[in-house]
Structure formats: C-alpha cells, structure tokens
C-alpha cells in the first residue's frame, strides 16, 4: 500500500483564501472599488486590517494616504461579516502581490529643524494647516518627526505671524 502523505505546509501557506464571485447565486456581492483600493495601501503596514479599522482616525488617514471620511466609510463597509472576509482575501492577495513589486522608492529625509519642517510644510498641499491645528502627534505622523518638533515649528511661525489665534493659518 502506497505511503499518504499529509498536503505540503508549503503549499497551504501560500493558497489564497476564497473570494466571492459576483452573480453567483447566494454569494455576497463584491467589494467596492474604494474599498478595495484602501485595503491594497495597507498591505504595505503590519496590522494592516488594524489599522483600518481600530486606529485612531486622523493616524489612519495619513497612514494611508485617505481622507478621514473615506476611512470611516471603508470602516462601516467592513463591518459585515463577509466584506470583512473578503478585504482579508485582497489583503492577501495585496501582500503576495507586494512580495512581487519592484521596491518603492525611498522615503525623502525627514525635517530635522523647525524651520526645515516649517518650509515641508509651505511646499505640502494644507500643510502649514496640519502643522498649526492638527494635534502635534498626528502632525508629527504627516511629516514624519517628533511631536515636539511640530510644537518647536508652531512657536516659529506663530513668532512670524503666520498663525492666527485658534490656529488658523494667517494667508
């Protein structure tokens, strides 16, 4: 009698988990595109689903590069049960896929200074505005540095008068 041998290992960590079909009958219907294009920008974070769904919403808007309103409507999508399974399948698929990509281009050097996170901040669509009102550890999240770099660049541009009371930016 010929030896039974139990699947590869290999082979069941690298099988990707089901995706519903649209039009099949009894089977949920596909994620939006929205959806989808969220959950491929997590891919690339450790705890991606986490992200998404539990981390707080101005860290998980700039994580991934979405404005709030889209995170909090990927958030009420993925509260079904089966849209859920589905983004952990395009995750998957999403994390396989980056495995295969060429590498990203590196990050550029982050501010050091006040005044050279102030000038990142002129040069950034709304980012003397994230620098001014947004709390110093999602701010810091944007330009990548330490929240008390961010409160050291307000200091300098409330001293040039480019910050208004209530910190609005001053034109």
């Given at each position: 009698m010929p030896e039974r041998r139990p699947p590869s290992?290999?082979?069941?960590?690298?099988?990707?988990?089901?995706?519903?079909v649209a039009g099949l009958e009894g089977a949920p219907p596909p994620l939006p595109a929205d959806v989808l294009d969220l959950v491929r920008?997590?891919?690339?974070l450790p705890n991606a689903l986490e992200v998404i769904e539990?981390?707080?919403?101005?860290?998980?808007?700039?994580?991934?590069?979405a404005r709030p309103a889209?995170?909090?409507r990927v958030r009420a999508a993925l509260g079904a049960p089966h849209a859920r399974a589905a983004a952990a399948a395009?995750?998957?698929?999403?994390?396989?896929?980056?495995?295969?990509?060429?590498?990203?281009?590196?990050l550029r050097r982050a501010p050091?200074?006040?005044?050279?996170?102030?000038?990142?901040?002129?040069?950034?669509?709304?980012?003397?505005?994230i620098l001014a009102t947004a709390s110093p550890e999602c701010a810091a999240i944007a330009f990548s540095v330490h929240p008390t770099?961010?409160?050291?660049?307000?200091?300098?541009?409330?001293?040039?008068?480019?910050?208004?009371?209530?910190?609005?930016?001053?034109?």
């Open positions: 290992m290999d082979r069941a960590r690298t099988a990707l988990p089901p995706v519903a920008r997590a891919a690339a539990r981390a707080p919403l101005e860290c998980a808007s700039v994580l991934l590069r889209d995170v909090e395009a995750l998957a698929r999403a994390v396989v896929e980056g495995a295969r990509a060429p590498a990203p281009e590196p050091r200074t006040p005044d050279a996170l102030v000038r990142e901040a002129e040069r950034t669509p709304a980012g003397l505005r770099l961010v409160l050291e660049a307000r200091a300098l541009l409330a001293a040039r008068g480019g910050v208004r009371d209530g910190g609005e930016v001053a034109p």
